[in-house]
């Protein structure tokens, strides 16, 4: 029960302090293991891995996982529930305020400024994602020196192009993401990707 | 059907088709709660992912929430929210308790090099779609491209490009209004 209090707690204050996504959430899971020995590096790594190849918000799947490894399902549920309580506590604010200044001229002329900039906010992730899916680093040793090089990975490139192509019929406009996501998975796995 | 059940449901399926992080469900939310169901506008999904970016948490999660408590307030917030993380919860459970290398599996890996390749076009599809209610003028467009250069090549954080980019909307916005005035 103590455990799970103090799961909690660890999660509450993740989720307070992590500001900009679930990225932002790994120092404080790092601090995390180092504080209280629940796990280490190495393991954190493997579920930073692990939440990045599942469904679901990464900074949920983080949570989700730390969780379990500690204190098994009912720990994944409390500390899922820890990170997400500040959110919903702030936005619950944050949405009462707008309701009621939404019509004001100067909360119109704020928003006039955020909305570009949190579109190009979501076009510099997709970029962040363009980097890390095509272009892949090559390590290679030159005497003592590790050296990275960016190659494009050109199957990579030509699956999102030919993603880019098909979203763009008219007629396939429509569909759900997920069978592109379904169908670019697929294609991952048959031409090695 | 009940439109709890609606909200739960709706995000849940949000959280299962969500690849790498919040930014990809907003192409899963622009169809599904503004087209579908009209729940909000383009602008509106817009106003949450600011929002989102400079408050605490999760962005999808904090998404979630101001959907929910538009449409059936305080209940209607915390029931989105935990539709959006159920899924992760149990597919997260699963793979923890039975499969201990699932990240190195070649089939995951290769599955998940062709998922992201798809996530990038599905972003950036979002991205040109919320650009036509964002980016309507010439210092939106500056702003825009201030925004993805600061975030994208010098990492700045995002809570400070989203603090800066509303202070500047304000003295242009207000600026403006004053000249009109006078």
Known sequence: ?193 | MNIYLELFLTFAQAGVCTFGGGYAMLPILQREIVNKRSWATDEELADYYAIGQCTPGVIAVNTATFVGVKLKGVPGGIVATLGVVFPSVVIITIIAAFLQNFAHLPVVVHAFAGIRACVCVLIFNAVLKLKKSSVIDLPTTVIFLATFLLSALWGVSPAIVVLIAGIVGLVIKRAGKGAQKR
């Not at chain 1, 500001?19 to 995390?32: E, K, R, Y």
């Not at chain 1, 190849?53 to 949920?60: C, D, L, N, Y």
């Not at chain 1, 549920?77 to 820890?82: C, K, Y």
């Open chain 1, 1 to 193: 029960m103590m455990l799970l209090l103090r799961l909690y707690f660890e999660f509450f204050r993740t989720g307070l302090f992590a500001v900009g996504g679930g990225l932002a959430t790994i120092p404080f899971l790092t601090d995390i293991g180092q504080r209280t020995g629940w796990f280490t590096s190495a393991e954190l790594t493997n579920m930073i891995a692990v939440s990045e190849s599942t469904p679901g918000p990464m900074g949920i799947n983080m949570a989700s996982y730390v969780g379990f490894t500690i204190a098994g399902i009912p720990g994944s549920a409390i500390a899922t529930l820890g990170v997400i309580t500040p959110s919903v506590i702030v936005i619950i604010l944050v949405a009462a305020f707008l309701k009621k200044f939404r019509e004001n001229p100067y909360v119109e002329a704020v928003f006039y400024g955020l909305r570009p900039a949190s579109t190009g906010l979501i076009a510099a992730a997709g970029w962040s994602v363009v980097c890390i899916s095509l272009l892949t680093p090559v390590w290679s040793l030159n005497g003592d020196n590790l050296l990275v090089n960016l190659d494009i990975s050109w199957k990579c490139l030509l699956l999102a192009l030919a993603v880019l192509v098909c979203t763009k019929v008219p007629r396939l406009k429509g569909l759900h993401p997920i069978v592109w996501i379904g169908l670019s998975a697929v294609a991952g796995v048959v031409f090695g990707l």
